[in-house]
């Protein structure tokens, strides 16, 4: 019979072996996070946009008279970590707003330079654009309401950091997209799923998908031209991808997203591959979605009007 000592000492090198099972175990998850600051989650907004709470300014108790002027004005805020140039964002009102019968004064306006949020504090700087001041042009009797409306659109690329591994064990295939792939965008890459390398006489061979999607409540048109038109029943929105890594990789150009999901799929092959560098280790993909701007609501706010 072992003594209590003999069986403490069984106890701890079996304890022993077993982390040193586990510290050589291979581990195939992939990275953790992606290049892209964790400040927002699942944002869907590159850009966000709201009326300035104090102007336009009104209640029920301290509506705008007739014939007095309204100063409406939009605060822009840029969710990514590196600056959009001046020029990149439109912002116009809508509706009643834009009718000058109704409303006199509004003006479509292009913002200046947006800076990026702080990588560190996640701190973001407000820019704030004037499209009034607008003059109610109606006639009223009594109090009533309006709801100020508006849309925003820009031009921005998404630049997209996943993840590629070019092995021939797809136990070996770890996370393709971590979270902090996708920066803050409406248009995302959700998924990515691969294959093994397959082994040829001419190299190694790779196939991969891409998946796509509008996430977000606006719409893609063709550029910044584009913006607040009408657009025709039944259009696709359309972009342009590039992929870019180790090797040659070759996919479609554009992306066209259904009518009802507002996704896409495309398929890619990797060509040329090193056979003899093969491995479990994560190669950096980038995938670039440009060729188009983004529009967008402003959230609306309401004001009182009086005789």
């Known amino acids: 019979m072992l003594s209590r000592k003999s069986v403490l000492v069984l106890f701890v090198v079996s304890i022993l072996f077993i982390t040193a099972c586990e510290s050589g175990t291979q581990d195939t998850t992939g990275p953790a996070s992606g290049a892209y600051i964790d400040c927002y989650g ?17 209640s029920l108790d301290s509506p705008y008279g007739s014939g007095e002027e309204i100063d409406v004005e939009v605060i822009l805020k840029n969710k990514l970590p590196y600056d959009i ?3 990149k964002v439109k912002v116009r009102l809508t509706g009643e707003s834009a009718i000058n019968t109704i409303f006199a004064g509004a003006h479509e306006t292009t913002a200046g330079q947006l800076f990026g949020s702080d990588v560190d504090t996640c701190l973001e ?13 109606g006639t009223t009797t009594t109090k009533i309401s309006k709801e100020i409306t508006g849309l925003y659109c820009y031009d921005e690329p998404i630049v997209v950091k996943a993840f ?8 070996e295939i770890g996370t393709n997209l971590p979270r902090g792939s996708n920066p803050p965008s409406s248009i995302q890459v959700t998924d990515i799923q691969q294959n093994p390398v397959n082994i040829g006489t001419a190299g190694g061979e790779m196939r ?27 259009d696709r929105e359309e972009l342009k991808i590039n992929v870019q890594g180790a090797y040659n990789i070759e996919c479609p150009d554009t992306v ?3 009518r009802d999901e507002k996704t896409d799929v495309i398929s890619c092959i990797v060509s040329d591959i090193d056979t003899t560098n093969l491995g479990p280790s994560a190669i950096e993909t980038t995938i670039i979605l440009s060729g188009f701007a983004y529009e967008d609501e402003i959230p609306p706010t309401t004001i009182w009007l009086e005789p």
């Open 125 to 137: 700087e407000e820019v704030t654009v004037d499209v009034g001041p607008i003059t109610y042009a």
């Open 208 to 234: 991969f998908k891409i998946f796509l999607q509008n996430i977000g409540t606006g719409r893609i048109v063709e550029n910044l031209n584009q913006c607040f038109e009408a657009g025709e029943v039944g």
């Open 164 to 171: 590629l591994y070019f092995t021939k064990d797809v136990n």
């Open 85 to 87: 140039d001046e020029g």
């Open 42 to 58: 699942d944002e869907a907004q590159m850009i966000t946009a709201e009326f300035d709470p104090f102007a336009p300014v009104s």
């Open 256 to 258: 066209k997203l259904s």
